[in-house]
């Protein structure tokens, strides 16, 4: 158990909908990522958030927005979804805004598969 | 649960064989690198890593080799066991160069160990 919880851990919905993506990261980390991980392009990092601040943007599609809240926990939202949507969200955590924590490690929450219809 | 299903290379071994695992990567700026393991429906999970001022560190039955001359890294787990099996992904970052540290994955080898 990595400490990282996210929910829904799964999640069937229909194009042209929104859903929203929810992650705690472990007790004590800062930065929270998220990460889709679909069957042509592997784990693409999205959007990572530093203690509420946005901190680093990736392959995010403008559809979707994520923030993180006072208490640490982040939601990733995806609207106006599209087939291609269909994925695996994972939500990780470090302790400081630089990346991976001293010891190496972003840990992983077990993930939101996201299957659109 | 499972994987997403990926079209990825797939590495067979013998149980108690010894795994190599490559992984080219991409940018020649990566400072840091490391291995994640990841289980049929499960999170990425951290095995090993190294900065780019080595070129070899090993630890519980792996060890990670950096040969950032034609840029690449190999994970080798000696004495490979059925709960090795999992898609093994490098990554790599920029986490001293000033940057976000945001790791940037590659495509992934799946491991099939044989009983």
């Known amino acids: 158990d990595s400490g990282v919880t996210q929910t829904p851990k799964h999640l069937i919905t229909a194009t042209g909908q929104r859903v929203t993506l929810r992650c705690s990261p472990r007790?004590?980390?800062?930065?929270v990522y998220w990460y889709q991980q679909s069957l042509d392009q592997g784990l693409q990092f999205l959007i990572q958030?530093?203690?509420?601040?946005?901190?680093a943007k990736g392959n995010i599609l403008e559809r979707f927005s994520a923030q993180q809240f006072p208490d640490l926990h982040s939601e990733l939202n995806l609207s106006s979804l599209e087939l291609g949507d269909s994925a695996l969200y994972f939500c990780?955590?470090?302790?400081?805004?630089?990346?991976?924590?001293?010891?190496?490690?972003?840990?992983f929450g077990e993930g939101s598969r996201l299957t659109v219809l | 649960g499972e994987n997403v299903g990926l079209h990825l290379p797939t590495l067979s071994v013998q149980e108690g064989d010894n795994s190599i695992i490559n992984c080219a990567y991409s940018?020649?700026?990566?400072?840091?690198f490391i291995w994640y393991k990841q289980e049929s429906g499960k999170g990425p999970q951290f095995i090993i890593d190294?900065?780019?001022?080595?070129d070899k560190r090993q630890g519980q039955r792996v060890t990670v080799l950096l040969n950032k001359t034609v840029k690449h890294l190999s994970l080798q787990i000696a004495a490979t066991q059925p709960g090795d099996s999992a898609v093994y992904f490098c990554?790599?970052?920029?986490?001293?160069?000033?940057?976000?540290?945001?790791?940037?994955f590659g495509k992934g080898t799946k491991l099939s160990v044989k009983p």
């Open positions: 990780a955590s470090s302790v400081g805004a630089g990346g991976p924590s001293p010891t190496g490690e972003l840990f």
């Open positions: 007790s004590g980390d800062l930065s």
């Open positions: 958030y530093y203690n509420g601040e946005e901190r």
């Open positions: 940018n020649s700026a990566s400072d840091y």
């Open positions: 190294i900065r780019s001022n080595m």
């Open positions: 990554a790599e970052t920029r986490h001293y160069g000033g940057s976000q540290g945001n790791l940037i």
